[in-house]
Each structure stands twice: as C-alpha cells, then as structure tokens.
C-alpha cells in the first residue's frame, strides 16, 4: 500500500451558509493517526467525506487511491468505521449486529458469521456476544462497535470519539486495543478525538483542524521539539525568581510553581541566569530542564 491513505487537497464542504471546511490539505499515512480539533472544526465531517457518505463542494479527496465521491461502495468495503453515536438496537445481539454489518460489507453470510465471532472474541467480548446490546455497559457497546468495524478485515479504521462515555478503566482499557489493532494487525487508524492525553498515547501522528483548515499536522515525534527556554520548578513562591529574571532582561510566565523562561539576555545563557539567580535568592530548585513543545501547546496554537 501507498504510505499516503487519505490525501485531501483544497477540500471544502458546506451546509448552506455554514462552511465548515474550507479548502483544506492534508496527507494522512500509515499507522495511527489522532484528527483533533475543537468542537466544529469539521472532524465528523472530514469523517463523512471519507466514508463518501455525503459529496463535497470542491478540491480533490484520494482515499486508500480511490475518490469516495466515485467509487463509494467499493471504497467502504476497504473500511471499518465505529462512529461516536451509541444508537444501536437494544434488542439485537452483538453477534447477530456485528455479522450484518459484514454481510453489508460483501462477506457471505457463513464468513460474515465467523468473522463476527472472531471480532467479538479479540475485543474482549467473546462470553458476552449473544447477549442484547440493551443489556450491555456503555464500554461493552464501544466494543461492539469497534467489532463491527473490524470483522470484514478493512484496510482504514475510522473511530470517531471512541472513549466517549467511558470511566477511566473502560478508557485505558479501548486504548490498549486500538494500540494493539494498529500495531498487530497492521490496519491503518484515524482517531477523532477531542483529549489530547488519549492522542499522545496511541497515535503516531496527529492532524489538527482548526477554522476549516489544518492548522497543523505530522508526526508527534516531532512536535515535542525542544525550544528556546528552560523550565524551572521551585518548591516556594516563584514570584521573586520571575521579578529578578525580569530584570535581568528575561520573561517568566508563571504556572504554580513552576516557571517557563525566555528571553534572557544574549551573554548570558537562560540555563545559567535561572542557577544563579535562584542561589543568589537562597530559593529552593527542584527542576531545571529544556522548555519543549507539548502536544497542548501545538493545538493551542494551531487553534487560534
């Protein structure tokens, strides 16, 4: 397979007057891949795109080679989608879901039935396939939906919110499984999700929306880069240390009792300054390291 699996080029889509991407870029590629962004920044929609659900108004949109405006049929059966809704029917059985579902994706029914076993035995409902949705947990429900997207085998995962309503437990432990569907059995991820901890956990790569555009993406390897700036962690009131950076010719900007320090003068490296001051101050250190870029401060700005 190419290493590209979604390649969207000037893409836009409205809802009337209500523009929601406009004239996005964007490369996806292999492995995991966290699509984050504010509330109405587009991701179900980008989602809907994908799956060719609804058309766009314009730009180029490759998904897996294929333009899912022309080849929607036969591009969804490459994909597997567990959508953020949790409007599935209480009376129906997760196994008898989770087999038409495949069937819907063009597996016979007697391959679409041992597949569904499969599914729901590898997400950790095996003991528990027979039983009415109705009567299962919300975490049980995400996944029967992560099942039904996984039994037909597709090449792209799409989940949307997947820890959505999930207690911490429930949380770690669907987190635990898509690691181990994107890294075991080799199928392509793109997670929608609103949590950054849940991103830097499980992704290899993030693509942020912001604004109907992407405001920032790549690998999340390469947004932790250290930057100018150190760091420091004191265990007292860290106002006098930021005073007398301050007039020193350096910026501090305050977090409890911690510091992040710019801006000091060009002789005299930030790392050093910080150390002498905070002897010179009989203030007790506790951290001093290399300011790096976090997830959060990238979608902060990229947000903006």
Known sequence: MPDTVICARGVHKSYGSNHVLKGLDCDVGRGVTGLLGPNGAGKSTLMGLVLGLHPRQGGTLKVLGADPDQSGPELRARLGYAPEH???????????????????????????????????????????????????????????????ALAHDPDLLLLDEPTDGLDPVQRDDMLALIRRVGREFGIDIL?????????????????ILANGVVGRSGRLQDMGSVTAGVTVELDSDPQPLAAALAARGASATIDGRSLT??????????NDLVRDLVADLGLGLRRLEPRRTTLEDVFIEASR
């Open 191 to 207: 997670l929608s999700s609103h949590l950054l901890e849940e991103v830097e956990r499980v992704c290899d790569s993030v693509v």
């Open 86 to 148: 949790h409007d599935l029917p209480g009376d129906v059985q997760a196994a008898d879901l989770v087999r038409h579902i495949a069937q819907l994706h063009g597996l016979p029914r007697r391959a679409a039935t041992e597949r569904a076993s499969d599914a729901l035995w590898q997400v950790g409902l095996g003991e528990e396939r027979f039983r009415p949705i109705g009567t299962m947990s919300t975490g049980q429900r995400q996944r029967v939906k992560m099942a039904q």
């Open 261 to 270: 320090v710019t801006g000091a003068t060009a002789e005299t490296a930030v």
